[in-house]
């Protein structure tokens, strides 16, 4: 990625020894899907920020899974968003990791309008491929995808998902579960691009329009629709650094 003519306008390291929350805020906190979301699974030690999911009998909003949702305070139009971070193993508890971006009303046909009205933008979600069975868990890798909704000609639309999205933008890493990489988005005028490593490994304006809108910045350990059997099962997201570019 050559980021000529960018100027750094967000950095977080986590040096620290606690989430700075004059940057950051939680969001969606309690009930989410099999489980709730609560401030307790972010923690920062060793340089990283670090987001759990686990099973707890003391949890907050009572006995269950747990997971964590933060975003940025300050929301950002176009740029260049960037995380060095090891995904946590969906594998086989289901609660995955992610870096995406968030607009006001990506799930309103009036408001995205296909997309220029906004969209969610999913940089990464960790995954292990399609298939996702005990027997056969997939491949280590991340996806990346685009949601909007009120597109004048939706190409895809799944039975029980309110979005028009393509299909996911798939990278096999087979180590991203273990060690660190960098993983990007670059959003102009006119397109995406997604980046691994500083390598482009997509480019795309799908949609009736790239996004227009300021978006919020989000990291995630998202919570499954179906409950994890063995709760002795726990994963971890550790993120190094954040650093988002702009143009002048």
Known sequence: MDLTGYRLVFADDFDGTSLDLDKWDYRHTGPENCGFNAPSQV???NGNLILRCSYRTDGEFGEGWYGADLHLRERYL????EIRAICSDPYPTGFWSAFWLQARGPYTPSISRGGPGGAEIDIIESGRGRDRTPTYPGSPGVDANIHVTGM???????AGHGTEHPYP????????????????????EEVYRFFVDGRMVSETSWGDGVSEVDEEVCISMCIPGNAPADKTQMSEFFVDYLRIYQKD
């Open 169 to 188: 933008i798939r990278v096999d890493i087979p180590d991203c579960f273990t060690a660190y990489h960098t993983y990007a988005l670059e959003w102009t």
């Open 152 to 158: 004048r000609h939706p190409p895809y639309t799944f």
């Open 78 to 81: 176009r740029g260049y968003f």
């Open 43 to 45: 923690r920062v030690e």
